[in-house]
């Protein structure tokens, strides 16, 4: 099960890849992918937006970077006898709590604005690793789904919140 898995990712990739590889890229695209970064990530501290942009989104990007993976650790090492293959499950928990809260953003940021939903996600964000303080010692399903469920919502929400917010 767990190599069919990889085997259809892999395809899938490389089929992703292939379509992309096709797409036209307009002659503006390719005069500025030409010119130097340098000066324009200089320019892009000037400016204030875009300033908050990028401080906005490198604190999302790490809290997911130093939240989420946690999940899968404490699993592995926190229980005994958790397979690759459940383990492939509960990241498959995260990745449908990603899709499923992507369409719930939408609406909530329409609704309320991107700065709350942000904060609102990153708050969820935290919660997987306050789920693992509290985890009872044996194995059970109806916790440990919990953590990737949340880790899921919260890293991918703060960052669609994020899009919207700077759109």
Known sequence: MLTFIIIAGSMLGFTSVYFMYHVDESEAMRISAKQPIWEELKRSFTIK??????????????????????????????????????????????????????????????????????????AVMLLPCVLWIFSPLEFTWNFAIWPFILGGIGSTGALLACVQYFL
């Open 49 to 122: 937006a875009r300033r908050q942009q990028i401080y906005v989104n490198f604190v999302v990007n790490f809290a997911t970077a130093m939240t989420v993976p946690i999940s899968m650790v404490a699993l592995k090492e926190g229980y005994e006898n958790i397979s690759d293959n459940q383990a492939l499950f509960f990241s498959l928990l995260q990745f449908g709590g990603a899709v499923c809260v992507s369409y719930v953003v939408r609406i909530l940021c329409d609704e309320t604005g991107p700065k709350p939903i942000v904060q609102l996600c990153y």
